[in-house]
Nanobody, 118 residues
């Protein structure tokens, strides 16, 4: 199973960015998808999650600004980020959980850096 993250980079405060995560090697419909963020010295934290049938949840800090979506036809999840602030910066990781098995199986993509200039 491979998760390939793309997007991110350097963005001005107040700007927007879009992250994408494409998945290979597994039935995409089995997966709940999520984005996590990590900054140096901190643990990885959940930013947004979208479940198999579209239910979403967000960290309080991004509600109303970020939107997670999934496109089952192209086996990808996206994170639209708006009104970015320097506090949104970090390495963003794509995460997938195979919820078709009892205990779930987790998969991670490589991180993609988001830098927000003030």
């Amino acid at each position: 199973v491979q998760l390939q993250a793309s997007g991110g980079g350097l963005v001005q405060a107040g700007g927007s960015a879009r992250l994408s995560c494409s998945v290979q090697g597994i039935d995409f419909g089995r997966l709940a998808m999520a984005w996590y963020r990590q900054v140096p010295g901190n643990e990885r934290e959940l930013v947004a999650r979208i479940r198999r049938f579209g239910a979403t949840e967000y960290a309080d800090s991004v509600k109303g600004r970020f939107t997670i979506s999934r496109d089952n036809t192209v086996r990808a999840a996206h994170l639209e980020m708006k009104s970015l602030t320097p506090e949104d910066a970090g390495v963003y990781y794509c995460h997938a959980r195979d919820v078709s098995v009892v205990l779930g199986t987790d998969y991670w993509g490589q991180g993609t850096q988001v830098t927000v200039s003030s």
